[in-house]
């Protein structure tokens, strides 16, 4: 079955601890990219990846570190985690920048306290 | 200003109903246009996309674009209870970044 999986899909932490939270996508996909969700703002993309070892920033980009050493896996890593990072996390991923139906993952409900 | 505007709603439409839901953008480079639904506590999933003014339809669904206007729109026709979601509007820009709007919470009635 074609998907993107994201793990884990529900995290409390605390300010400052280092977390990671992963996606695999199983459908060969070019293109991946983390956003945020949060109440009144809609979905803000945070980074995206084009192909293995490309990554730009997107509109939320602070805060937040992305690596791209496979092309199935889009990990969002962050250092050092603030309570304004507390928000739903959608990973995403598509063929190639000009195919643009774009597959989201389940998320992961973020809580930093 | 945002880059793609959407009304938060609720929009409330009775079952059968016609539910028009509207979307602005300020690029003017902006060339790929989307919608997508989605339910509470879900992820986004595509309904439509469109790339050409003019309209295309799909099923009930029906996106129209007028990129002189700098609007996109998705007429949802014989609305169902099914259909009570939040509908993102989203535009891949120039610098191909996909934009979404903040969503249009629409509820239809029985």
């Known amino acids: 079955e074609a998907q993107v999986t994201q793990n884990p899909r529900y995290l409390i932490t605390v300010t400052g601890k280092k977390l990671t939270v992963t996606c695999s996508q199983n459908?060969?996909?070019?293109?991946m990219s983390w956003y945020r969700q949060d109440p009144g703002l809609g979905l803000r993309q945070i980074y995206y990846?084009?192909?293995?070892?490309?990554?730009d920033k997107g509109d939320v980009p602070e805060g937040y570190k992305v690596s791209r050493k496979e092309k199935r896996n889009f990990p969002l890593i962050l250092e050092s985690p603030s309570p304004n990072q507390t928000s739903l996390y959608f990973c995403?991923?598509?063929?190639?920048?000009?195919?643009?139906?774009?597959?989201f993952g389940p998320g992961t409900r973020l809580t930093v306290l | 200003q945002k880059e793609v505007e959407q009304n938060s709603g609720p929009l409330s439409v009775p079952e059968g109903a016609i539910a028009s839901l509207n979307c602005t953008y300020s690029?003017?480079?902006?060339?790929?246009f989307f919608w997508y639904r989605q339910y509470s506590g879900k992820s986004p999933e595509l309904i439509m996309s469109?790339?050409?003014?003019g309209d295309k339809e799909d099923g009930r669904f029906t996106a129209q674009l007028n990129k002189a206007s700098q609007y996109v729109s998705l007429l949802i026709r014989d609305s169902q209870p099914s259909d009570s979601a939040t509908y993102l509007c989203?535009?891949?820009?120039?610098?191909?970044?996909?934009?979404f709007g903040g969503g249009t919470r629409l509820m239809v009635k029985p």
């Open positions: 690029d003017r480079g902006s060339q790929s």
């Open positions: 995403a991923s598509s063929s190639s920048q000009g195919t643009d139906t774009q597959y």
């Open positions: 989203a535009v891949k820009t120039a610098g191909n970044m996909l934009t």
């Open positions: 990846s084009m192909n293995v070892e490309v990554t």
């Open positions: 469109i790339y050409s003014n």
């Open positions: 459908m060969n996909h070019e293109y």
